[in-house]
C-alpha cells in the first residue's frame, strides 16, 4: 500500500495497528538495495517441507510397527499342550554365571518337545560409560561376551520365541543383539526392548496372553511379586506375567475375579550369583528359580506354571503323551 502511494495513517487503518507500529515494522523490514551483485546461492539444504513430509511419514512408520508389536498374535499350528522355559537374567560373561544350571536348562529346553525359550534380559553385563572398569573383574572381555551372547541366541539349540532387552542390554544401544536378531535361522526374533505383550493363538479359538517385562513398575520388601500383582491388578490384562531384572524368583497363581480368569505372575532369578553389588547391599541370595516354566495347555484352556524348569518338562512331557495317547486311542 505504502508503495502504492497511500499514507501512513492509511496503511495503519487497513492493519487496524497503530501509526507508529506500522512504521516501525516498514522501516524495519524494507530491503535495502546491495550496491553490487551477487550471486545466487543454492540452498544448503532440502526444503524444510519435505523434511516436514518425511518426518511425518517416519512417524506413520514407527505408529503402525508399535502398534503392531503390541498384543501381536504367534500362530500356533496344533492344540498340542507347549511350554515356556523363562530364563532368567543371564549375564552369560559374569565370573558368577551359573553356567552348570544355565547349561542344564539349556538342554531341557533344547530337548524337550513342545518347549520354547524366552529371554527376559540382561543377556551380557555389557558394561559401558564409567562401567567399563568392572570388565577388570570378569575374565570375559568384550569380544568374548559377544560371543557368548551369539551363542546363546543362535547357537545353543534353544528354539526361541521372544527375548526382551533389559537394562545391562541397553547400555550401548542394543545394537549387536539386534543385528543379531534380525539373521536369526530364515526368520527373524521378535526381540524388544524392555518388555513383550505378546498371545498364543491356538486352532480351537484358546488365546493366551502373555506380558514379560525385564521388571515391572513397583516394589515391596514384604512382597517380591508386588510389581507384577500391581500390573495384573491395574494394568494391562493378561493371563501370565513375567519379569525378572531383581535377580531372585517367585511364583503367584489367582483367579482375578474382576478381570474373570485365573493370573499367573512370574519372576525368575537368573543366572547371576556370587554377586559383588548383592552382598555389599546385604541381600540374600536364592538358589533356585534361574528360570522357569510355564505350560499353556489350549485343551484345558489353562496355564500352569513351574519354578523348577524339571518338573516344568515333566508335566509337559506327561500333558503332551496323553493328548498323543488320546489321539490314538
Ligand atoms: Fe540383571
Ligand atoms: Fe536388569
Not at 251 to 271: A, C, F, I, K, P
Amino acid at each position: 500500500m505504502r508503495d502504492a502511494g497511500a499514507t501512513w495513517d492509511e496503511v495503519a487503518a487497513a492493519l487496524n495497528l497503530p501509526r507508529t507500529t506500522v512504521f516501525d515494522l516498514y522501516s524495519r523490514f524494507k530491503r535495502t538495495p546491495t550496491p553490487f551483485t551477487l550471486p545466487d546461492f543454492p540452498a544448503e539444504n532440502i526444503p524444510i517441507e519435505e523434511v516436514i513430509d518425511l518426518a511425518t511419514r517416519r512417524f506413520e512408520y514407527m505408529r503402525d510397527s508399535f502398534d503392531a508389536h503390541t498384543w501381536f498374535e504367534i500362530t500356533m499350528p496344533t492344540d498340542d499342550p507347549i511350554g515356556l522355559m523363562w530364563f532368567g537374567d543371564p549375564h552369560l560373561d559374569d565370573n558368577g554365571c551359573d553356567w552348570p544350571i544355565l547349561r542344564r536348562d539349556v538342554e531341557l529346553c533344547r530337548d524337550t518337545d513342545g518347549m520354547f525359550g524366552a529371554n527376559v534380559g540382561d543377556t551380557t553385563n555389557n558394561w559401558a560409560g564409567s562401567l567399563v572398569r568392572l570388565y577388570a573383574n570378569q575374565d570375559a572381555g568384550v569380544s568374548t561376551a559377544r560371543r557368548l551372547a551369539e551363542w546363546f541366541m543362535l547357537d545353543c539349540g534353544v528354539t526361541w520365541m521372544i527375548w526382551v532387552l533389559g537394562n545391562h542390554d541397553a547400555f550401548d544401544g542394543s545394537s549387536v543383539l539386534l543385528e543379531m536378531a534380525k539373521r536369526y535361522n530364515t526368520h527373524k526374533l521378535v526381540l524388544h526392548d524392555w518388555e513383550v505383550r505378546f498371545q498364543l493363538v491356538f486352532p480351537n479359538g484358546y488365546r493366551c496372553r502373555i506380558y514379560c517385562a525385564h521388571d515391572f513398575k513397583g516394589t515391596s520388601i514384604y512382597n517380591k511379586m508386588h510389581g507384577p500383582l500391581r500390573e495384573s491388578l491395574m494394568g494391562d490384562d493378561a493371563d501370565l506375567y513375567v519379569c525378572g531384572h531383581k535377580h531372585e524368583s517367585g511364583v503367584m497363581s489367582t483367579e482375578n475375579t474382576s478381570r474373570g480368569h485365573d493370573q499367573h505372575l512370574l519372576r525368575v532369578r537368573g543366572y547371576k550369583a556370587m554377586d559383588d553389588f548383592a552382598r555389599r547391599h546385604g541381600y540374600k541370595e536364592q538358589r533356585t528359580g534361574q528360570a522357569s516354566v510355564s505350560v499353556i495347555d489350549p485343551l484345558e484352556r489353562r496355564v500352569s506354571v513351574f519354578k523348577d524348569t524339571r518338573d516344568g518338562a515333566r508335566f509337559l512331557g506327561m500333558r503332551r503323551s496323553e493328548v498323543r495317547d488320546a489321539e490314538e486311542a
